[in-house]
């Protein structure tokens, strides 16, 4: 299987290990699911149904009927 690099900051990093352990997953499962769900997707605002997949099947994103994330918070996913 091929390989990726990616380049993040160390403390988002850090961040995406802790929740990764204390969901019992990897980061490059997460990785991998949401670069799955994006090359599956072909419209225009697919890429954004995809992130939010990504993050429901997660559990991040709206609890409560509020957002929760920034638009920020979106570019580190």
Known sequence: MP????TVDAETLRRA?????QRGESVNAMLAEA??????????GDVF???EAVADAHGLGVESGERTWSRDDLHRV
Not at 3 to 6: E, F, G, M, R, V
Request: hydrophobic residues 45%; without cysteine.
């Open 3 to 6: 390989n990726l690099t990616i």
């Open 17 to 21: 290990r802790v929740r990764a352990v």
């Open 35 to 44: 670069l799955r769900r994006y090359a599956d997707n072909t419209g225009p």
């Open 49 to 51: 149904a995809a992130i």
